[in-house]
């Protein structure tokens, strides 16, 4: 399931990336065919699960706390977990916005 979650992000990033050389094609009067439903959708799918690893993280570290039945290692694994997958979607988020503002700064 980790390694899925890790290729869920990398998939994300993937599509970012198309994204951004899809929006710079399109500006050179370029035609090409991209899904923008699929794209929203996975994005909105890799973050729902960096939430899902978030929340998860927190509930290990809480019980950890309270009653001492999880393993420090657990703790420490699903923490960095949740900590990768932010980081790749903060840096999802940075080329989106990027490409945003490329898009927008393009002369008419």
Do not use: H
């Not at 960096?50 to 993280?57: A, I, L, P, R, Y």
């Amino acid at each position: 399931m980790d390694r899925l979650d890790m290729q869920g992000a990398m998939a994300v990033i993937k599509r970012a990336q198309s994204a951004s050389e899809l929006s710079a094609s399109q500006s050179k009067g370029l035609e090409l065919s991209g899904s923008a439903d699929g794209f929203s959708n996975d994005l909105l799918a890799a973050i729902r699960s960096v939430n899902e690893m978030q929340m998860t993280s927190a509930n290990t570290k809480a019980n950890f706390e309270v009653s001492g039945d999880v393993d420090v290692t657990e703790v420490l694994m699903k923490s960095q977990k949740a900590s990768v997958a932010f980081e790749a979607t903060l840096q999802v988020r940075n080329k989106i916005l990027k490409a945003y503002q490329d898009v927008m700064s393009m002369p008419v």
